[in-house]
């Protein structure tokens, strides 16, 4: 397993939980990638109590959210040709998940709502119910 790998799934990861504090009890779904496998995250997972999942070898509906996210991002972003440098495909992507995939895009799953709005409805339900 190449370190670039790992640091490359690790540091986005520990970044994302340092910015949202997630409480105890998070899942983590991954597939059975070395990346997913090493000490490295291993310490992470435990340090944040994390508890972790992997699909089953070779069955890609173990991880369906993730695969139809990988098709959206091909299909919507990747679809108009090449990136002009790994600079532009960073910023281009970065760009695709937080401007519009986790803020604009509705997602059938979550009621045609996007990441964002499904999540500030809920912690609203979330604290109008323990106010009652």
């Not at 190449?2 to 997630?22: D, E, S, V, Y």
């Not at 959206?72 to 990136?83: C, H, M, N, S, V």
Request: charge should be negative; include cysteine.
């Amino acid at each position: 397993m190449t370190i670039w790998k790992i640091t490359w799934f690790i540091i986005p990861l520990r970044n994302a939980l340092q910015f949202r504090q997630p409480s105890p009890g998070l899942i983590i779904h991954s597939d059975r990638g070395g990346q997913y496998v090493s000490n490295d995250l291993r310490e992470l997972i435990n340090l944040w109590h994390i508890s972790p999942s992997m699909s089953r070898a070779d069955d890609p509906y173990d991880n369906a959210f993730a695969e139809s996210f990988w098709s959206r991002l091909k299909a919507e972003l990747l679809e108009g040709g090449t990136f002009l440098s790994v600079e532009d495909a960073r910023t281009e992507i970065f760009e695709y998940i937080e401007m519009y995939y986790n803020r604009m895009r509705k997602h059938s799953s979550l009621g045609y709502k996007s990441p964002e709005q499904f999540e500030q409805e809920y912690y609203t339900k979330l604290a109008s119910s323990v106010c009652r």
